[in-house]
């Protein structure tokens, strides 16, 4: 991977600033110091969280559960989920994703927040999180090596991450997201605890629909073949539903605040980091 584009990305550190910020800001009920790893503050209690931590004085005022957290709990965990299925091989979409995962894990390294790098497909493989530009490095070697394939289940890669957390983090999913529109539904509601971005890369073959004529396709998955003769009212019926495709993906996300993108696999990659930092600067309600 050539990465002469994270000198570009250097001023676009408020990704991953802004949302540390607004993460803090918005669960943190009250805050107070203490000495070393004493308490500074309270969140909701949240599955998987140690039931020793719940303040149970202050379920006796509220009769809701609340943790207490602690000064090195400060820093926000940033985990990037990208689809490795089959699918994401076609005409650059994986380079691309690549590009934006790796992206993502140096404006992590900027802030010097921990992050981790997770494949998917079927299901997740979860990578270990760390910080550092060593650490960086490593992960690009991994998307570098990886060759997508497998199926996709978006909603069962969302199922185990949602095990795996312990806390709330930003979550940045990159996918082309060509799954079932009620397990993307899942996977949105299921990741929506989270400070939650949804990035679709597609080709841009897969977006207009640029064939036509006698066509044979096969399914880069399940390798099922068509042959089929794509007419301009063919194409009109594609484009519709990609179209409300997409917009199904965006309506769900604004419903649980999340953040949704889609770029073509042929933009440059500065770009995309350029509409995603815009979306970051703006107040989220």
Do not use: C
Request: no cysteine; glycine share 6%; charged share 30%.
């Amino acid at each position: 991977m050539d990465t002469e584009f994270f000198k570009d990305l250097e001023r676009f550190s408020l990704l991953v600033r802004k949302r540390v910020s607004t993460a803090y800001t918005g669960s943190r009920r009250s805050v107070r110091f203490g000495h070393g790893i004493s308490p500074v503050g309270y969140r909701e209690y949240r599955k998987g969280d140690d039931i020793k931590l719940v303040d149970w004085k202050v379920y006796g005022r509220t009769e809701k559960l609340y943790v207490r957290e602690h000064e090195e709990e400060r820093s926000l965990m940033v985990h990037i989920l990208i689809d490795s299925s089959a699918s994401m091989g076609y005409a650059g979409k994986f380079q691309f994703a690549s590009k934006i995962a790796a992206g993502t894990a140096f404006m992590a390294v900027q802030g010097n927040e921990k992050f981790s790098l997770n494949l998917f497909a079927e299901g997740i493989e979860p990578g270990a999180p760390g910080r550092g530009r060593g650490f960086l490095m490593r992960y690009i070697d991994l998307l570098d090596d990886t060759v997508p394939k497998g199926k996709t289940s978006i909603k069962k890669a969302a199922d185990q991450f949602d095990r795996l957390a312990s806390s709330t983090s930003l979550v940045v999913m990159i996918s082309d997201f060509l799954d079932r529109p009620e397990d993307i539904e899942s996977a949105i509601y299921r990741l929506s605890a989270h400070d939650l971005v949804l990035i679709q890369v597609l080709a841009p073959g897969e977006v207009e629909l640029s064939l036509s004529g006698d066509v044979r396709f096969v399914d880069m998955e399940s390798d099922r073949r068509l042959v089929t003769r794509i007419s301009q009212r063919l194409k009109d019926e594609y484009r519709d539903r990609m179209k409300d495709h997409a917009e199904s993906i965006a309506s769900t996300s604004s419903k649980v605040n999340a953040d949704f993108f889609q770029f073509k696999a042929d933009m440059p990659v500065f770009d995309a980091f350029n509409e995603l930092n815009q979306r970051a600067s703006k107040p989220r309600i």
